[in-house]
C-alpha cells in the first residue's frame, strides 16, 4: 500500500508569515491528493483536491502545489483562525490514506 | 443542503461489535458518490475505515478488513457500519462523510468508547 508521510509535523510561526506544509506519497499519485483542515474539536475541513483546486469557500490565502509523488499546502499569509492541524489525503485508489498530520500554531 | 449524522451507541464492550449508522439528509445516496467512515482516536490522526459506492461496491483499509463491514440502505437513505471484536484501540470518533472525490461534506462525529 502506499504510505503518505507529511513535514514537518508540527510548526510555529507569526502572523502574516508565508507557511509551506510537504506531504509525499510512497508511489506515484498523479494528482489525487486532497488537503484537510481540522481545528479543535472538530471534524476535518476540505480545502483542496486534486492536488491544487481550491474548495468553495476557502480562503485563497491557501494553496496547493505537486503531483506524482511530491505535494505541498502553502499558507501566503498565516491568519489566527488558521491554527489548526493540516492532513493531506490520497484517494486515487483505496486505501484512501491520510498522512500523520501537521500541527501549524502562532509563535 | 446536504447534511450527514452519525448515531450509535457511545459505549461498547470489549469483544462485541460496533455499529454505527449515517442518515444522509439533503441528498439521495442512491443518486451517486461514494461514502465514507474515518475514525480518530484521541489525541491521534485519521484513519480511513473504509468507503461504499452508491452502487455498493465496497473499500475496507486492509488493516481493518477481517472486522469492518459497510453498507447502505437507500430506501432509507442512509450507510451503516459494522465492527467486529472491538478492543479499547478502537475507542475513537468516528465520522461518516461523501467523497465526490475528496471527502467534501463530513457528518459531526460519533465518539464511540470501548470499555467495559
Known amino acids: 500500500d502506499i504510505q503518505m508521510t507529511q513535514s514537518p509535523s508540527s510548526l510555529s510561526a507569526s502572523v502574516g508569515d508565508r507557511v509551506t506544509i510537504t506531504c509525499r506519497a510512497s508511489?506515484?499519485?498523479?494528482?489525487?491528493l486532497a488537503w484537510y483542515q481540522q481545528k479543535p474539536g472538530k471534524v476535518p475541513k476540505l480545502l483542496i483536491y486534486a492536488a491544487s483546486t481550491l474548495q468553495s469557500g476557502v480562503p485563497s490565502r491557501f494553496s496547493g502545489s505537486g503531483s506524482g509523488t511530491d505535494f505541498t499546502l502553502t499558507i501566503s499569509s498565516l491568519q489566527p483562525e488558521d491554527v489548526a492541524t493540516y492532513y493531506c489525503q490520497k484517494y486515487n485508489s483505496a486505501p484512501f490514506t491520510f498522512g500523520p498530520g501537521t500541527k501549524v500554531d502562532i509563535k | 443542503q446536504v447534511q450527514l449524522q452519525e448515531s450509535g451507541p457511545g459505549l461498547v464492550q470489549p469483544s462485541e461489535t460496533l455499529s454505527l449508522t449515517c442518515t444522509v439528509s439533503?441528498?439521495?445516496?442512491?443518486?451517486?458518490?461514494?461514502w465514507g467512515w474515518i475514525r480518530q482516536p484521541p489525541g491521534k490522526g485519521l484513519e480511513w475505515i473504509g468507503s461504499i459506492y452508491h452502487s455498493g461496491s465496497t473499500y475496507y483499509n486492509p488493516s481493518l478488513k477481517s472486522r469492518v463491514t459497510i453498507s447502505i440502505d437507500t430506501s432509507k437513505n442512509r450507510i451503516s457500519l459494522k465492527l467486529t471484536s472491538v478492543t479499547a484501540a478502537d475507542t475513537a470518533l468516528y465520522s461518516c462523510?461523501?467523497?465526490?472525490?475528496?471527502?467534501?461534506?463530513w457528518g459531526q462525529g460519533t465518539m464511540v468508547t470501548v470499555s467495559s
Open positions: 439533503g441528498y439521495s445516496i442512491s443518486s451517486g458518490y461514494y
Open positions: 508511489q506515484d499519485i498523479s494528482n489525487f
Open positions: 462523510a461523501r467523497g465526490p472525490d475528496a471527502f467534501d461534506i
